[in-house]
């Protein structure tokens, strides 16, 4: 299950802003406790950062400056220590 939430990003370094769309949601093996990921659906003004071969790396970019804006996150759980993925 998983629903749309608009989110305004700002960048830190140059004041640009803007609106995207946040998908957020759970998988099949979401338990008590977990938190939902949060990816972004698509990056309006903002750059999709990708690697060499043009995959999709899950950050957006500033436009004008280039700085990191977004980061996809991935399914936590609450009890793990800050960082470390289930």
Request: aromatic content about 8%; overall charge positive; hydrophobic content about 30%.
């Amino acid at each position: 299950m998983a629903y749309l939430k608009p989110k305004t990003l700002t960048c830190e370094t140059c004041d640009f802003s803007a609106r995207i769309q946040i998908v957020i949601g759970v998988g099949p093996n979401f338990k008590k406790g977990d938190t939902p990921y949060r990816n972004f659906r698509a990056p309006g003004p903002f750059t999709a950062e990708k690697t060499p071969d043009g995959k999709r790396t899950g950050r957006l970019l500033c436009p004008t400056d280039g700085t990191v804006v977004w980061e996809n996150q991935r399914l936590q759980s609450a009890d793990a220590p800050k960082g470390e993925l289930k």
